[in-house]
């Protein structure tokens, strides 16, 4: 039987950690990743950093396969989606303390209605 990827519950994890310090948490992401939706404006060498504190952001989801929020930039309204995978390393603005995340192809989630034809594991003997 087959797990559901750790990714999303150690981004869950230490955003409550940064949270409960009273610190701002924030995202770094490989905005290359297909669907992905966010402010191109901010984009640099392929990474976008991404505020997620409370009082920048509304409706923030951190689920299973998407980080989505609400949010305002150049006073412009935009939802950001954010498959999980894309994100790479959640930490707080104050100390950089929080977590670097592999970047892994295999944790892309498959484009829909589409199977993976392998598994990202090794069996080691």
């Not at 995202?27 to 504190?53: F, H, S, T």
């Not at 009082?55 to 923030?60: D, E, I, K, P």
Request: aromatic share 6%.
């Amino acid at each position: 039987m087959e797990m559901t990827p750790s990714r999303p519950y150690l981004i869950r994890a230490i955003h409550e950690w940064i949270v409960d310090n009273d610190f701002t948490p924030h995202i770094l992401v490989n905005a290359m990743v297909p669907d992905i939706q966010v402010p191109e404006k901010y984009i640099e060498n392929g990474r976008i950093i991404l505020n997620i504190n409370g009082s920048a952001v509304r409706n923030l989801e951190l689920g299973n396969e998407w980080v989505q929020f609400d949010a305002r930039f150049d006073g412009q309204s935009m939802t950001v989606s954010v498959p999980t995978a894309a994100v790479l390393a959640i930490y707080a603005r104050e100390n950089g303390q929080g977590m670097v995340l592999e970047e892994e192809d295999d944790d892309l989630p498959p484009p829909p209605d589409k199977k993976p034809d392998r598994s990202h594991l090794t069996v080691v003997k």
